[in-house]
């Protein structure tokens, strides 16, 4: 009997059972076939398996929704993921709920003939995966339209979409469920961190939530580097990808990625978890909002009733100077803190009022903990001011190319150092 690698799962066993099936698909892509079948050969667990999927096998294929670089699908995969060899059958057992598998299609624009490097975003997502299923969106395998022959990621379906579509509803809950929300994605940016790796086009809409605002799952490792590479980098960046208002000063003067300009896209998001909305929805995407971010610091405004002490560490986070943003190990550290207070003082003070000291706390955390309880206060008062605002018809919130809009640094002085 070979030992058991997960539950139900001899890596030994379906190895064996994998290679027999080599001959029996193929994507006619040598590095596609190379990549799965190396997924296979190595999968430890049911979640590390990838498989070459049919398009045949999907039904109810529905548009859902349009990335920067790809269109996406709604559909049902009627198989569904392995989860367990059945000995009795002979056969796989899959999840399919006898309906079939909810599952996104994201189309891979002008892939039809894709190479090993095209593929680099999709092994950098599926290495981050492993080391970490609940904060990343599951990555089942690849498809091919045979219409237009381009290739389609199959993930798993995140059922409330992305962090953009949910900041309305997110600004109104308590600190404590805000705080462990912005940790979770804080983990998930951290594996990659972890991993050498930044992500390079980190902003709400590459974050996806689940049904019941527990989980959050990062998606999109397109401009994702190792960060060996990036420092490796003598030149200035001459094509710029992203969403204007996430992206650090120091890349918008075409400096390379790195850990700190994803630090800063995520004070961003910090205050989104604030505001509601998107920073600067209210005003054009251009070449003026660019300036004003390098050449001014300009920063989005600090909404009324927000904590100091998280005003204090989202000002950290979009510094200008990106030596002086904390790093994704502080950043976690800070908000573990910060939640376990939280958690202690509700339970100890389970209507609100501060009768019972939380024990084991300095000074600092203390008041710090006190300033979430009365930020609680006044949001039960008065509920977060998250009236629907129109966007501005020329602020873009999906990546495109940004290089045209970019005013060059020798005459607008985008290369300045800019003191705060």
Known sequence: MQPYTD???????NTKRFQQDFSKWTSKNEFIDKFIQEAQLNAKSSYEILEW????????????????????????????????????????NRCNFQTGYEVILKTLNSSSSLDS??????????????????????????????????Y??????AKKGSLKKCLSDIAKFKWQVRLQ????????????????????????????????????????????RPISDLQDSVNKVNKIYGVLPYMAPEILRKNPYTPASDIYSFSMIMWEFTSGIPPFNHEAHDNHLTLSICKEGRRPEI???TPKCYIDLMKSCWDSDPSKRPTIKMLENILSDWNMCISEYYRFNRDGNYVYKVPNLDNQLT????????????LFQEQANTSVIQSHSQAYYTSRKLTEILVQEETQGLDCIIED
């Open 7 to 13: 539950y139900q799962w001899c890596q030994q066993c």
């Open 53 to 92: 999927i049919p398009y045949n096998n999907s039904s109810e294929i529905n548009y859902y929704d349009k990335g920067g670089f790809s269109e996406i699908h709604k559909a049902i995969w009627l198989d569904g993921p392995i989860y367990s060899w059945n000995f009795n059958k002979q056969q796989w």
């Open 117 to 150: 490097k095209f593929l680099d975003e999709w092994k950098y997502h599926y290495n981050c995966q492993k080391k970490s299923f609940s904060k990343f969106i599951q990555f089942f395998g690849i498809t091919q339209d045979p219409n237009n022959l381009n």
């Open 152 to 157: 389609i990621i199959v993930m798993s379906y």
């Open 181 to 224: 929300l912005l940790k979770n994605i804080v983990s998930g940016l951290k594996v990659i961190h972890e991993s050498n790796l930044t992500h390079g086009d980190f902003h709400d809409g590459n974050i996806l939530m689940s049904d019941d605002y527990n989980e959050l799952f990062i998606i999109d490792l397109g401009l994702c």
């Open 303 to 305: 909404i009324k009733n």
């Open 367 to 378: 008041n710090n903990m006190l300033e979430f309880v009365e930020a609680d206060k006044a």
